[in-house]
């Protein structure tokens, strides 16, 4: 599975932290498959840096973000786009699935169950 979380990068008493995709099953600071962003939380106020190009691609893919990342991600909005963007494609495929019914075929089976 993979995870969407911070890997730490920089000096002693001076991180600062990457948004990575990474495998779950991998260290902290292994070896990631894409770099998303960076999040410094040293500067005031904090610094953070977020593709949200690539952090939806990583969603859609069914990438879980970590509790911290998620709420960085809510912080930037790109929480709120993917759940509307999910949702609405959700919306769309329910209602393709529904057969448009004639307004005419419907009074002639409500008339044929009232019989």
């Known amino acids: 599975m993979v995870k969407l979380r911070?890997?730490?990068m920089g000096a002693n008493?001076?991180?600062f932290y990457r948004?990575?995709?990474i495998?779950?099953?991998?260290k902290r600071d292994g070896r990631y498959l894409d770099n998303i962003g960076y999040y410094d939380p040293k500067t005031d106020p904090h610094t953070l840096e977020i593709k949200a190009d690539l952090a939806i691609k990583w969603l859609k893919l069914g990438a879980q973000p970590t509790d911290t990342?998620?709420?960085l991600f809510k912080q930037k909005g790109i929480m709120e786009q993917w759940h509307k963007m999910r949702?609405?494609?959700e919306k769309v495929a329910e209602?393709?699935?529904e057969e448009p019914v004639d307004e005419a075929v419907a009074e002639e089976i409500a008339t044929e169950e009232g019989e």
């Open 6 to 8: 911070l890997t730490r």
């Open 13 to 15: 008493n001076k991180p």
């Open 19 to 21: 948004i990575v995709a």
């Open 23 to 26: 495998d779950s099953r991998k």
């Open 69 to 71: 990342v998620r709420s």
């Open 87 to 89: 949702y609405t494609v």
């Open 95 to 97: 209602e393709a699935d």
